[in-house]
T-cell receptor, first 113, second 111 residues
Framework: SAVISQKPSRDICQRGTSLTIQCQVDSQVTMMFWYRQQPGQSLTLIATANQGSEATYESGFVIDKFPISRPNLTFSTLTVSNMSPEDSSIYLC??????????FGQGTRLTVV | QQPVQSPQAVILREGEDAVINCSSSKALYSVHWYRQKHGEAPVFLMILLKGGEQKGHDKISASFNEKKQQSSLYLTASQLSYSGTYFCGTETTSGTYKYIFGTGTRLKVLA
């Protein structure tokens, strides 16, 4: 298994501001992923974050809105920029050690007012 | 593009069985199954790989029909702890470890 620490666990933010979410893993992993889950809905992949390269974004998500950093093999951040109420959601980081078993952080519950 | 799961919701009594289906419009390399309880992160249950390999949970089984791009999760003799939302996660290209999650199935087991 993998232990993933995600911070903050929740936040209430003003529209127009930005929030950076941190994801720390207890061991080195090549692949880290960021998902969004709106209340009662499924998980939607935002981007794949690999160390040493630019993040790869899924359709509908852009770097200007969701910049991602991956400075090393145990850490990544996702920033939600210029927030609007539509960005209110749960954001989850996920890792896969190559065994095709995804582990998730506990999520960050974001409310934009 | 998102895999479709059926049923959307199901209510069972303890000891009853259930089947959850996952159908994709794309060819699949692997299918995963996860259970998410309210307010918690999804937890891995099982993986089925193209070619028949699978690994996962002792009391939960699944099948993968590669030709039909479908998978089914079988929950037998359900327990209260089985309650939650079940998601299939599909990988369309080998080696990406990138999973697209299905629409979800809410399952509630009653005593």
């Amino acid at each position: 298994s993998a232990v993933i620490s995600q911070k903050p666990s929740r936040d209430i933010c003003q529209r127009g501001t930005s929030l950076t979410i941190q994801c720390q893993v207890d061991s080195q992993v090549t692949m880290m992923f960021w998902y969004r889950q709106q209340p009662g809905q499924s998980l939607t992949l935002i981007a794949t974050a690999n160390q040493g390269s630019e993040a790869t974004y899924e359709s509908g998500f852009v770097i200007d809105k969701f910049p991602i950093s991956r400075p090393n093999l145990t850490f990544s951040t996702l920033t939600v920029s210029n927030m609007s109420p539509e960005d209110s959601s749960i954001y989850l980081c996920s890792v896969d050690r190559g065994a095709r078993e995804a582990f998730f952080g506990q999520g960050t519950r974001l409310t934009v007012v | 593009q998102q895999p479709v799961q059926s049923p959307q919701a199901v209510i069972l009594r303890e000891g009853e069985d259930a089947v959850i289906n996952c159908s994709s419009s794309k060819a699949l390399y692997s299918v995963h199954w996860y259970r998410q309880k309210h307010g918690e992160a999804p937890v891995f249950l099982m993986i089925l790989l193209k070619g028949g390999e699978q690994k996962g949970h002792d009391k939960i089984s699944a099948s993968f029909n590669e030709k039909k791009q479908q998978s089914s999760l079988y929950l037998t003799a359900s327990q209260l702890s089985y309650s939650g939302t079940y998601f299939c996660g599909t990988e369309t290209t080998s080696g990406t470890y990138k999973y697209i999650f299905g629409t979800g199935t809410r399952l509630k087991v009653l005593a």
